[in-house]
T-cell receptor, first 117, second 111 residues
Framework: DAGVIQSPRHEVTEMGQEVTLRCKPI?????LFWYRQTMMRGLELLIY????????DSGMPEDRFSAKMPNASFSTLKIQPSEPRDSAVYFC???????????????FGEGSRLTVL | GENVEQHPSTLSVQEGDSAVIKCTYS??????FPWYKQELGKRPQLIID?????GEKKDQRIAVTLNKTAKHFSLHITETQPEDSAVYFC??????????FGDGTTLTVKP
């Protein structure tokens, strides 16, 4: 398997523009997570899905952020409008479900480095 | 919600010495405790994990211990090598599916 695939790897945009980050999880994994990593705040969980359904979006900073998972092989994280403080590395991760509880181990994509000018 | 504290934030050791990183968690429902290594500019990758029904686990030079009563767990790296230099994250995970990460420890191994 190719692992978790994210695009774009790098994005530079201007304040106010819309940003869409994309993720393809590992086939067969039932959980998908979006994390944001910054020096100041470390690794923050933004939202996660189980079987394409959002389970917990309490980490989404504000209404400018939205995430969707229209099918088992694709998810998007959208920021509209973007602001300089959104600059960070955004990681997508997936995890298998083993029986009655998730396995727990996360398989991360390579990340999308976002710079908002 | 879960709160994970990790110490120290930076750790510098001489090659061949041991390194220990400690984490505490708050939610007694957490039952899975992974450790991730992140090299500069790369993704976090799982290096070892432990579940709540086990007190210790070892994989070559890396070991993890868990004290559920005290709600703390530790990563031990023996015979450190320069390639062990990276940021290490601990995490606590519940059956709800959510992993909460510590703030990370930057380990530097000096040759």
């Amino acid at each position: 398997d190719a692992g978790v695939i994210q695009s774009p790897r790098h994005e530079v945009t201007e304040m106010g523009q819309e940003v869409t980050l994309r993720c393809k999880p590992i086939s067969g994994h039932d959980y998908l997570f979006w994390y944001r990593q910054t020096m100041m705040r470390g690794l923050e969980l933004l939202i996660y899905f189980n079987n394409n359904v959002p389970i917990d979006d309490s980490g989404m900073p504000e209404d400018r952020f939205s995430a969707k998972m229209p099918n088992a092989s694709f998810s998007t994280l959208k920021i509209q409008p973007s602001e300089p403080r959104d600059s960070a590395v955004y990681f997508c991760a997936s995890s298998p479900d083993r029986g009655s509880a998730p396995a727990g181990e996360l398989f991360f994509g390579e990340g999308s480095r976002l710079t908002v000018l | 919600g879960e709160n994970v504290e990790q110490h120290p934030s930076t750790l510098s050791v001489q090659e061949g010495d041991s390194a220990v990183i400690k984490c505490t968690y708050s939610d007694s429902a957490s039952n899975y405790f992974p450790w991730y290594k992140q090299e500069l500019g790369k993704r976090p990758q799982l290096i070892i994990d432990i579940r709540s029904n086990v007190g210790e686990k070892k994989d070559q030079r890396i070991a993890v211990t868990l004290n559920k009563t005290a709600k703390h767990f530790s990563l031990h790296i023996t015979e450190t090598q320069p390639e062990d230099s990276a940021v290490y994250f601990c995490a606590a995970h519940t059956n709800a599916g959510k992993s909460t990460f510590g703030d990370g420890t930057t380990l530097t191994v000096k040759p």
